[in-house]
Structure formats: C-alpha cells, structure tokens
C-alpha cells in the first residue's frame, strides 16, 4: 500500500487547502468543469479514448495501516464539520410538501449514478428538479454560452501561457503535460485551469465521458426532461466559469503544475474522495485530501479568496435562487456535495431561510 506525507492538523479550508494541486482537486467539483470536459470530448474529432478499468488505492485504508493515530485525528476533525454526514436531506417548509436535498459527484462512476437509499424514490415523486445550472441538458447551447465569453477560458491577443511562466516551471509543466501526450504548444492559450481540468481527472473517467457517459447532475436534468418534470437552474456555466476567472492566474498556474507532479497519487485522491462520498463522509473529503500534502507550498497563496468565491459566495446564490422553489414544495435538489457541510453549507443556509432540513441517509 502507498503511504503518503502527512501534514499537521488544521482548523480552517485556508489551512485545509494548503497545497494548491488539492486544491484544484477539490474545485473540480465545479459542475462547469464537468461540463466543459463532456462538451470538448463530444466535439473533437479526436478518437474516444479505450475504457480503461480505474485504478487508485484508498488512502485511508493506507493510513489504517501505517498510521492509526493520524488517521483518528482525520476522524476527529472530519466529525467537527457541521452536516458531514449523508448525501441526501429532507427539507421541509410549512402549508407544502416535502422537498429533497441530494449531494453529488459529478463523475460517470455508475456506482455514482446509482445513488443513495430513498434518493431514487424521492426523484421519482418530484414534480420540480433543481440543479446547479440546467444549461448541461444540452452540449450544444451549453458550448455556445461558453463561446459566447473566450474570455474566461482563453488568453486574450498574442498571450499565452508562457507569458506567466518561470524558466523551471516551464520545464516542468512541459514535461507533465508530454507525459500525458498534451504538446504544450496546442494548449497554451488556454488558461490553466482549463489544462488542469483535463490532467486532474482519471484515465477511466475521461474514458467513459468519451463514450458519451453522463455524469451524475447531467443524467438527472436529463432524466427530469424526459420525464416531463419542471427543470430549474440555480447558477449558468458562465457565472461559474466567471467564479474560477476571478481567481488569480498565478495561484491556477501552480495548482497545475503541482497537480502534474502528482502524478498517479491524483488516481488515489480520486478513488479515496469516492469511496467517501458513496459511504455520504463528505466531511472527511477535505481532511483526508490534506493528508497528502507535502506541506512544501505557501501559506498565503490566495486560498482565502478560494473559500469566498467558489464556495461561501455560491452557496449564497443558490440558497437565495431556490427558497421560492423549495416553499413550493415537492422539488428534488442536486448539487454538488461539497456545498452542503460546513457551517456556511446549503444545509444551513436553508436552515437560516426557515427550512427545517433533516439527514434522509
């Protein structure tokens, strides 16, 4: 079993972010992300990549092993995140009918699809489906909205890439991406994290969106479509593609660069955060990503500003969009299932709007 480096305790997602290639990990649950990844695959006349079976050890179980100790204090401090346990919520409001809160993963992984105990009985009954944004129905209208800004996903004029780029780390960003038959050259007027969002997720992953498998927040507003179900967005991809623009340039670059360097290690990152969501230990997730880190990158290198805008900031939207929705009643709500814990997650914000919000799993 491979063991990993193992950092300090810490009490805050600044300090729980502290090495940027987990960073980008974690933003990856960016329904956008997921999305863009879906639409470039469809339209490239590249040839789908073969299936390939995922791989990825469960760094936990490592740590049972070579580190009960630190793994108790991970226990510890995933069970002080406020609603770290469950996937999926009931909400309710006075004078309707019971709504539902589901937290995704927005991956094929059929497993994934399959969903927790109850949420299939409970999407099934709802007249109302809301999603992070319904633009994802349709690859076509969704890659046109995106077009429509080039400017949050590419360099404008003559830069590029290279424009912000050491001698060193230009080296190893060239030789990163070589090894994944990426030539620098044909990427370089895409912005980082752009590139990142291709690097940072499995070879099995990338294969099935490749056969044209749907991730999980996609099947549901397909489903809800076919089904002749009331379909609501909370956000559209350009306001979350407008999110990670905000971010500065430098801190995408380095959590590319770190994410490149890696390696395979993303592969157990992966199987790890999904072993953790099916069990619904979404409070886990952070913690056990920072017990990789090898505590070799800047304490303030804009993580602050990470938790404000694709997090704290976006929480407040969606909370704010789907109230009317959910006092309506009878509506199923999937977003990603980073965004219900903590104490500034949609469970509590909803709480704070007058909901009484309950664990369903």
Same mark, same amino acid.
């Given at each position: 079993?491979?063991?990993?480096?193992?950092?300090? $305790?810490?009490?805050?997602?600044?300090?729980?972010?502290?090495?940027?290639?987990?960073?980008?990990?974690?933003?990856?649950?960016?329904?956008?992300?997921?999305?863009?990844?879906?639409?470039?695959?469809?339209?490239?006349?590249?040839?789908?990549?073969?299936?390939?079976?995922?791989?990825?050890?469960?760094?936990?179980?490592?740590?049972?092993?070579?580190? $009960?100790?630190?793994?108790?204090?991970?226990?510890?401090?995933?069970?002080?995140?406020?609603?770290?346990?469950?996937?999926?919520?009931?909400?309710?409001?006075?004078?309707?009918?019971?709504?539902?809160?589901?937290?995704?993963?927005? #991956?094929?992984?059929?497993?994934?699809?399959?969903?927790?105990?109850?949420?299939?009985?409970?999407?099934?009954?709802?007249?109302?489906?809301?999603?992070?944004?319904?633009?994802?129905?349709?690859?076509?209208?969704?890659?046109?909205?995106?077009?429509?800004?080039?400017?949050?996903?590419?360099?404008?004029?003559?830069?590029?890439?290279?424009?912000?780029?050491?001698?060193?780390?230009?080296?190893?960003?060239?030789?990163?991406?070589?090894?994944?038959?990426? $030539?620098? $050259?044909?990427?370089?007027?895409?912005?980082?994290?752009?590139?990142?969002?291709?690097?940072?997720?499995?070879?099995?992953?990338?294969?099935?969106?490749?056969?044209?498998?749907?991730?999980?927040?996609?099947?549901?507003?397909?489903?809800?479509?076919?089904?002749?179900?009331?379909?609501?967005?909370?956000?559209?991809? #350009?306001?979350?593609?407008?999110?990670?623009?905000?971010?500065?340039?430098?801190?995408?670059?380095?959590?590319?660069?770190?994410?490149?360097?890696?390696?395979?290690?993303?592969?157990?990152?992966?199987?790890?955060?999904?072993?953790?969501?099916?069990?619904?230990?979404?409070?886990?997730?952070?913690?056990?990503?920072?017990?990789?880190?090898?505590?070799?990158?800047?304490?303030?290198?804009?993580?602050?500003?990470?938790?404000?805008?694709?997090?704290?900031?976006?929480?407040?939207?969606?909370?704010?969009?789907?109230?009317?929705?959910?006092?309506?009643?009878?509506?199923?709500?999937?977003?990603?299932?980073?965004?219900?814990?903590?104490?500034?997650?949609?469970?509590?914000?909803?709480?704070?709007?007058?909901?009484?919000?309950?664990?369903?799993?």
């Amino acid at each position: 079993m491979t063991t990993f480096p193992i950092s300090r $305790p810490v009490r805050n997602l600044a300090d729980r972010l502290a090495d940027s290639a987990l960073w980008l990990i974690a933003s990856l649950h960016l329904l956008v992300l997921a999305s863009l990844i879906a639409i470039v695959l469809c339209i490239s006349d590249a040839r789908a990549a073969e299936e390939s079976a995922c791989g990825g050890s469960n760094i936990l179980a490592g740590l049972e092993q070579s580190d $009960p100790t630190r793994l108790a204090a991970l226990r510890q401090e995933a069970d002080a995140v406020p609603n770290g346990k469950g996937l999926l919520w009931k909400i309710e409001a006075q004078g309707s009918a019971p709504s539902w809160l589901l937290g995704t993963m927005h #991956v094929t992984d059929p497993r994934v699809l399959a969903m927790p105990e109850g949420a299939v009985d409970a999407f099934a009954k709802a007249a109302i489906v809301i999603v992070e944004s319904d633009e994802i129905v349709d690859d076509k209208k969704a890659a046109a909205a995106i077009m429509m800004r080039p400017d949050l996903t590419m360099f404008a004029g003559d830069k590029t890439i290279n424009d912000f780029l050491r001698p060193e780390d230009r080296v190893r960003l060239e030789s990163g991406l070589k090894e994944r038959g990426i $030539p620098l $050259p044909l990427v370089a007027k895409m912005k980082p994290w752009m590139i990142a969002s291709f690097v940072a997720l499995p070879a099995c992953e990338m294969s099935r969106k490749a056969a044209g498998a749907s991730f999980l927040d996609k099947k549901l507003a397909e489903d809800a479509v076919r089904e002749g179900k009331t379909l609501k967005g909370l956000e559209t991809l #350009v306001e979350q593609l407008s999110a990670m623009d905000s971010l500065p340039v430098e801190l995408h670059l380095q959590a590319l660069i770190e994410t490149l360097a890696l390696g395979k290690t993303i592969d157990d990152v992966m199987a790890t955060t999904t072993d953790l969501y099916l069990s619904g230990d979404t409070g886990m997730i952070m913690p056990m990503m920072k017990s990789v880190s090898s505590e070799t990158a800047a304490k303030d290198f804009g993580f602050a500003d990470f938790e404000q805008r694709i997090i704290i900031d976006r929480n407040k939207i969606m909370a704010t969009r789907a109230e009317p929705i959910l006092k309506g009643g009878n509506a199923f709500m999937a977003v990603g299932a980073l965004h219900l814990s903590g104490a500034e997650g949609l469970v509590e914000l909803l709480r704070q709007r007058g909901f009484t919000v309950t664990p369903a799993n």
